[in-house]
Protein backbone atom coordinates (compact mmCIF):
# COMPACT_ATOMS: atom_id res chain seq x y z
CA UNK A 1 0.00 0.00 0.00
CA UNK A 2 1.51 3.28 -1.04
CA UNK A 3 2.34 5.03 2.29
CA UNK A 4 0.18 7.96 3.29
CA UNK A 5 1.18 11.23 5.16
CA UNK A 6 0.31 10.87 9.00
CA UNK A 7 -0.98 14.33 10.38
CA UNK A 8 -1.64 13.98 13.78
CA UNK A 9 -0.83 10.92 16.31
CA UNK A 10 -3.16 10.76 19.33
CA UNK A 11 -2.67 8.36 22.56
CA UNK A 12 -5.23 5.35 20.87
CA UNK A 13 -5.62 6.90 17.08
CA UNK A 14 -3.46 8.27 14.31
CA UNK A 15 -5.19 10.19 11.40
CA UNK A 16 -3.95 10.08 8.32
CA UNK A 17 -4.19 12.37 4.86
CA UNK A 18 -7.28 10.91 3.39
CA UNK A 19 -8.03 9.47 -0.36
CA UNK A 20 -9.88 13.20 -1.53
CA UNK A 21 -9.98 16.50 -0.35
CA UNK A 22 -11.82 16.85 3.21
CA UNK A 23 -11.30 13.30 3.84
CA UNK A 24 -8.64 11.51 6.57
CA UNK A 25 -8.17 8.37 7.54
CA UNK A 26 -8.81 7.39 11.19
CA UNK A 27 -6.80 4.14 12.91
CA UNK A 28 -7.24 2.83 15.70
CA UNK A 29 -3.96 1.56 17.68
CA UNK A 30 -4.36 -1.07 20.64
CA UNK A 31 -2.48 1.34 22.40
CA UNK A 32 -4.41 2.20 26.31
CA UNK A 33 -3.32 5.08 28.62
CA UNK A 34 -5.16 6.61 31.53
CA UNK A 35 -4.82 9.45 33.77
CA UNK A 36 -3.50 11.44 30.54
CA UNK A 37 -1.02 9.12 30.25
CA UNK A 38 0.52 8.55 33.46
CA UNK A 39 -0.45 4.82 33.28
CA UNK A 40 0.05 3.32 29.68
CA UNK A 41 -0.71 -0.38 28.15
CA UNK A 42 -1.61 -2.07 25.48
CA UNK A 43 -4.91 -4.02 25.03
CA UNK A 44 -4.57 -6.55 22.27
CA UNK A 45 -6.94 -6.14 19.39
CA UNK A 46 -8.79 -3.17 21.40
CA UNK A 47 -8.13 -0.91 17.96
CA UNK A 48 -10.31 -3.44 16.02
CA UNK A 49 -13.29 -3.68 18.28
CA UNK A 50 -13.03 0.21 19.11
CA UNK A 51 -13.21 0.09 15.19
CA UNK A 52 -16.44 -1.82 14.84
CA UNK A 53 -18.12 -0.65 17.48
CA UNK A 54 -17.81 3.42 16.94
CA UNK A 55 -18.58 2.23 13.22
CA UNK A 56 -21.99 0.26 14.18
CA UNK A 57 -22.89 3.63 16.82
CA UNK A 58 -22.08 6.30 14.55
CA UNK A 59 -24.06 4.59 11.58
CA UNK A 60 -26.99 4.04 14.04
CA UNK A 61 -26.82 7.72 15.02
CA UNK A 62 -26.57 8.43 11.89
CA UNK A 63 -29.74 7.19 10.79
CA UNK A 64 -31.70 9.19 13.56
CA UNK A 65 -30.34 11.81 12.14
CA UNK A 66 -27.15 13.20 14.32
CA UNK A 67 -24.78 14.55 11.56
CA UNK A 68 -21.19 12.79 12.23
CA UNK A 69 -17.87 12.69 10.43
CA UNK A 70 -18.05 9.37 9.82
CA UNK A 71 -18.14 8.31 6.33
CA UNK A 72 -17.18 4.45 6.44
CA UNK A 73 -15.21 1.86 8.00
CA UNK A 74 -12.16 0.79 5.49
CA UNK A 75 -10.14 -2.30 7.17
CA UNK A 76 -10.06 -3.79 10.35
CA UNK A 77 -8.15 -1.26 11.65
CA UNK A 78 -9.32 2.05 9.87
CA UNK A 79 -12.23 4.38 8.47
CA UNK A 80 -12.67 7.31 6.33
CA UNK A 81 -13.87 10.42 7.99
CA UNK A 82 -14.26 14.10 6.76
CA UNK A 83 -12.04 16.64 8.23
CA UNK A 84 -13.45 18.65 10.79
CA UNK A 85 -12.20 21.37 12.76
CA UNK A 86 -12.13 19.55 16.32
CA UNK A 87 -13.40 22.38 18.89
CA UNK A 88 -11.36 21.60 22.10
CA UNK A 89 -13.66 20.54 24.57
CA UNK A 90 -14.71 16.76 26.15
CA UNK A 91 -18.91 16.73 26.38
CA UNK A 92 -19.20 14.40 29.49
CA UNK A 93 -22.75 12.74 29.98
CA UNK A 94 -23.23 10.78 33.40
CA UNK A 95 -26.39 9.00 34.04
CA UNK A 96 -25.36 7.09 37.08
CA UNK A 97 -22.04 8.65 39.10
CA UNK A 98 -19.29 7.13 38.89
CA UNK A 99 -15.55 7.98 38.19
CA UNK A 100 -14.11 11.46 38.56
CA UNK A 101 -17.87 12.83 39.45
CA UNK A 102 -18.15 10.10 42.52
CA UNK A 103 -14.74 11.33 43.86
CA UNK A 104 -14.69 14.59 43.24
CA UNK A 105 -18.33 14.99 45.52
CA UNK A 106 -18.27 12.25 47.49
CA UNK A 107 -21.06 10.17 45.90
CA UNK A 108 -21.04 6.65 46.05
CA UNK A 109 -20.00 5.19 42.59
CA UNK A 110 -23.36 3.45 41.27
CA UNK A 111 -26.00 6.01 42.07
CA UNK A 112 -28.26 6.91 39.57
CA UNK A 113 -28.91 10.49 38.71
CA UNK A 114 -32.32 12.03 39.08
CA UNK A 115 -31.35 13.90 35.87
CA UNK A 116 -28.59 13.58 33.36
CA UNK A 117 -25.46 15.84 33.90
CA UNK A 118 -23.56 17.12 31.67
CA UNK A 119 -19.73 18.47 32.10
CA UNK A 120 -17.32 20.58 29.94
CA UNK A 121 -13.45 19.78 29.97
CA UNK A 122 -11.18 21.85 28.17
CA UNK A 123 -8.80 19.94 25.92
CA UNK A 124 -4.99 20.43 27.08
CA UNK A 125 -3.10 17.64 27.82
CA UNK A 126 -0.72 20.01 29.71
CA UNK A 127 -2.84 21.01 32.11
CA UNK A 128 -4.48 17.54 32.44
CA UNK A 129 -8.06 18.80 30.37
CA UNK A 130 -9.51 20.86 33.24
CA UNK A 131 -13.24 20.78 33.78
CA UNK A 132 -14.38 24.39 32.69
CA UNK A 133 -18.60 25.91 32.63
CA UNK A 134 -20.09 27.56 29.67
CA UNK A 135 -18.60 30.95 30.81
CA UNK A 136 -15.01 29.70 29.97
CA UNK A 137 -16.28 28.31 26.62
CA UNK A 138 -17.56 31.30 25.90
CA UNK A 139 -14.92 34.03 27.20
CA UNK A 140 -12.43 32.45 25.73
CA UNK A 141 -13.81 31.57 22.62
CA UNK A 142 -13.41 27.84 22.15
CA UNK A 143 -17.27 27.52 20.89
CA UNK A 144 -19.63 29.92 20.33
CA UNK A 145 -23.09 29.97 21.80
CA UNK A 146 -24.80 28.67 19.11
CA UNK A 147 -22.11 25.93 18.70
CA UNK A 148 -22.67 25.07 22.52
CA UNK A 149 -26.58 25.45 22.14
CA UNK A 150 -25.95 22.75 19.10
CA UNK A 151 -23.46 20.25 20.95
CA UNK A 152 -25.61 20.02 24.28
CA UNK A 153 -28.80 19.36 21.66
CA UNK A 154 -26.88 16.54 20.06
CA UNK A 155 -25.30 15.44 23.11
CA UNK A 156 -28.86 15.20 24.74
CA UNK A 157 -30.23 12.99 21.60
CA UNK A 158 -26.84 10.86 21.52
CA UNK A 159 -27.37 9.77 25.20
CA UNK A 160 -31.32 9.30 24.85
CA UNK A 161 -30.47 7.00 21.83
CA UNK A 162 -27.54 4.97 23.27
CA UNK A 163 -29.39 4.64 26.40
CA UNK A 164 -31.85 2.59 24.81
CA UNK A 165 -30.23 1.09 22.39
CA UNK A 166 -27.34 -0.37 24.96
CA UNK A 167 -30.36 -0.97 27.12
CA UNK A 168 -31.63 -3.60 25.13
CA UNK A 169 -28.35 -5.37 25.02
CA UNK A 170 -28.71 -5.64 28.70
CA UNK A 171 -25.57 -2.69 29.50
CA UNK A 172 -26.25 0.31 31.27
CA UNK A 173 -24.48 3.78 29.72
CA UNK A 174 -23.28 4.98 33.11
CA UNK A 175 -21.50 7.89 31.19
CA UNK A 176 -19.58 8.71 28.33
CA UNK A 177 -17.59 11.53 26.30
CA UNK A 178 -18.32 13.36 23.12
CA UNK A 179 -16.12 15.39 20.95
CA UNK A 180 -17.81 17.88 17.73
CA UNK A 181 -16.04 19.18 15.10
CA UNK A 182 -16.53 21.89 12.91
CA UNK A 183 -17.52 20.81 9.56
CA UNK A 184 -17.70 23.63 5.88
CA UNK A 185 -19.82 23.05 3.51
CA UNK A 186 -20.85 25.21 0.51
CA UNK A 187 -19.34 27.93 2.65
CA UNK A 188 -22.42 26.87 5.79
CA UNK A 189 -20.69 25.71 8.82
CA UNK A 190 -22.26 22.90 11.13
CA UNK A 191 -21.76 20.94 14.34
CA UNK A 192 -20.80 17.46 13.91
CA UNK A 193 -20.21 14.16 16.25
CA UNK A 194 -16.27 13.18 15.47
CA UNK A 195 -13.67 11.03 17.52
CA UNK A 196 -14.87 7.92 18.26
CA UNK A 197 -17.46 6.39 20.56
CA UNK A 198 -15.99 2.86 22.38
CA UNK A 199 -15.52 1.49 25.44
CA UNK A 200 -12.62 4.05 25.78
CA UNK A 201 -14.72 6.90 26.33
CA UNK A 202 -17.72 5.07 27.52
CA UNK A 203 -18.52 3.18 31.04
CA UNK A 204 -20.25 0.32 30.30
CA UNK A 205 -22.01 -1.84 32.81
CA UNK A 206 -23.92 -5.17 32.71
CA UNK A 207 -27.03 -3.95 33.91
CA UNK A 208 -27.92 -7.06 36.09
CA UNK A 209 -24.43 -8.16 37.92
CA UNK A 210 -23.07 -4.54 37.37
CA UNK A 211 -19.43 -5.57 35.83
CA UNK A 212 -17.86 -3.67 33.84
CA UNK A 213 -17.06 -3.75 30.36
CA UNK A 214 -15.10 -0.42 29.64
CA UNK A 215 -11.79 0.86 30.54
CA UNK A 216 -12.32 0.68 33.87
CA UNK A 217 -10.99 -2.32 33.54
CA UNK A 218 -8.13 -1.35 32.54
CA UNK A 219 -7.44 1.70 34.40
CA UNK A 220 -8.14 0.04 37.68
CA UNK A 221 -6.47 -3.30 37.11
CA UNK A 222 -9.24 -5.49 36.88
CA UNK A 223 -8.06 -7.70 34.40
CA UNK A 224 -9.95 -9.31 31.12
CA UNK A 225 -9.85 -5.85 29.74
CA UNK A 226 -10.16 -7.12 26.13
CA UNK A 227 -12.71 -9.67 27.09
CA UNK A 228 -14.96 -6.55 28.29
CA UNK A 229 -14.53 -4.74 24.86
CA UNK A 230 -15.31 -8.16 23.12
CA UNK A 231 -18.24 -8.95 25.36
CA UNK A 232 -20.09 -5.40 24.26
CA UNK A 233 -19.04 -5.72 20.49
CA UNK A 234 -20.73 -9.36 20.58
CA UNK A 235 -23.74 -8.22 22.44
CA UNK A 236 -24.20 -5.63 19.65
CA UNK A 237 -23.89 -8.28 17.40
CA UNK A 238 -21.02 -6.90 15.96
CA UNK A 239 -17.90 -8.76 16.66
CA UNK A 240 -15.32 -8.16 13.85
CA UNK A 241 -14.25 -11.47 11.15
CA UNK A 242 -11.71 -13.23 12.82
O1 LIG B 1 -13.03 10.16 34.56
P1 LIG B 1 -14.43 10.65 34.42
O2 LIG B 1 -15.37 10.04 35.42
O3 LIG B 1 -14.53 12.15 34.43
O4 LIG B 1 -14.92 10.17 32.97
C1 LIG B 1 -16.25 10.36 32.54
C2 LIG B 1 -16.44 9.66 31.19
O5 LIG B 1 -15.69 10.31 30.19
C3 LIG B 1 -15.96 8.20 31.20
O6 LIG B 1 -16.86 7.43 30.41
C4 LIG B 1 -14.60 8.26 30.53
O7 LIG B 1 -14.34 7.07 29.82
C5 LIG B 1 -14.76 9.44 29.58
N1 LIG B 1 -13.50 10.19 29.40
C6 LIG B 1 -12.81 10.11 28.20
N2 LIG B 1 -11.65 10.82 28.02
C7 LIG B 1 -11.18 11.62 28.98
C8 LIG B 1 -11.86 11.73 30.22
C9 LIG B 1 -13.03 11.00 30.40
O8 LIG B 1 -13.23 9.40 27.29
N3 LIG B 1 -10.06 12.32 28.76
Redesign the pocket.
Same mark, same amino acid.
Given at each position: MARRRQLYEGKAKILFEGPEPGTLVQYFKDDATAG?GAKKGTITGKGVLNNRISEYLMTRLAEIGIPTHFIRRLNMREQLIREVEIIPL?V?V?NVA????ATRLGITEGQRLPRSIIEY?YKNDQLN %?PMVAEEHITCFGWAATQDLDDMVALTLRVNDFLCGLFLGVGITL????LEFGRLWENEEMRIVLADEISP????LWDTKTGEKM %??DRFRRDLGKVEEGYQEVARRLGILPEA
Open positions: NEVRAGSLY %DVDFKDNCR %DK
